[in-house]
């Protein structure tokens, strides 16, 4: 067997082409009927969770520059070209029509995400790429070999919403803590939100996969992407929030995540944070507030003249 081979589960002689999520020789040409109500179901799920920057009225935001910094620290992740060639290749692989509905919604999701947080910034961007260098370099190697199992691209694709921002997204709440009704704590977790549930999806379609990471390559993979965001944290956070119950929380996060993927606890961490995003209720302040603005909106009128 080769060495390919022991770091996998499942169906070990399937091809690319009969996997019946990636391959496209059974590609369908319609949606429906839905085929995979899970993928569905999740895929309806993020879209009534719809919001947009202009709903949390951003542009009052904070000066704090320690949250300025972490917020930074977000943007300057998911505008990256590392991860928009990541979420590109996942997106462009997988072929069932449920799961590419749920990536594009994920795209334009994306997209207001990294609006809200320049939203936050004005004008105070600070470029923090540097800082960030490692964990893309990390996640360039994991993703380098074009023949890289999709199984493989889609754990690295949850570690980066569901683990790589967990130190960074555990100080911002921690942060905001004191003013949890403010536009920028809305927005905030409007957007842990939106992340849970790109891992929960993750997940899903992953377990869906009849080839998959093997669990042992799961952990080691898992272990290296928490060494990575615990030193980033001791480099980079500086807010007096002690980094010990960061650092522990990062790994309750990743014991959730190899529990997500079928594998066990690594760490066996517990947090004093929450690892779960706040209720519906809760996150949808600005939500509701864009709601009642477009239900007084002008009637649509279909008789204009052009």
């Not at 391959?23 to 947009?52: C, D, M, N």
């Not at 928490?226 to 522990?248: A, C, M, P, S």
Request: charged share 25%; glycine share 4%.
């Amino acid at each position: 067997m080769s060495d390919a081979k022991v770091l996998l589960v499942g169906d070990l002689e399937l091809s690319e082409a009969e996997e019946p999520l990636i391959g496209r020789a059974k590609k369908r040409f319609v949606l429906f009927p839905i085929a995979y109500p899970e993928i569905w179901a999740l895929y309806k799920k993020a879209q009534h969770s719809f919001w947009t920057s202009e709903s949390f009225h951003l542009k009052e935001s904070t000066t704090d520059s320690q949250l300025q910094r972490l917020v930074s620290f977000m943007a300057s992740t998911f505008d990256s070209p590392t991860i928009r060639d990541l979420s590109g290749r996942v997106s462009r692989t997988i072929q069932i029509q449920e799961a590419r509905s749920y990536y594009g919604f994920q795209s334009m999701r994306t997209s207001i995400q990294l609006e809200a947080y320049a939203d936050i910034l004005k004008p105070h961007f600070i470029d923090c790429s540097p800082s960030l260098q490692t964990k893309m370099s990390w996640i360039e190697r994991q993703i380098a070999d074009p023949g890289c199992e999709f199984s493989k691209l889609v754990l690295v694709d949850a570690l980066v919403r569901g683990l790589f921002c967990s130190g960074t997204l555990t100080v911002l709440e921690w942060l905001v803590r004191d003013n949890p009704s403010s536009n920028t704590s809305s927005a905030i977790h409007q957007i842990i939100r939106d992340l849970h549930q790109d891992v929960q999806f993750c997940y899903v379609v992953f377990k869906s996969l009849c080839k998959r990471t093997h669990p042992q390559s799961l952990a080691k993979v898992i272990k290296e992407a928490v060494g990575i965001e615990q030193d980033f944290v001791k480099d980079n956070i500086r807010t007096g929030l002690d980094v010990t119950l960061v650092n522990k929380h990062i790994e309750c996060m990743a014991d959730k995540l190899a529990i997500g993927f079928g594998g066990s606890p690594i760490y066996h961490s517990q947090t004093v944070f929450s690892s779960e995003p706040l209720n519906e209720i809760e996150t949808h302040v600005g939500v509701k507030k864009q709601i009642s603005s477009l239900s007084t909106a002008a009637p649509l009128v279909l008789d204009e003249d052009f």
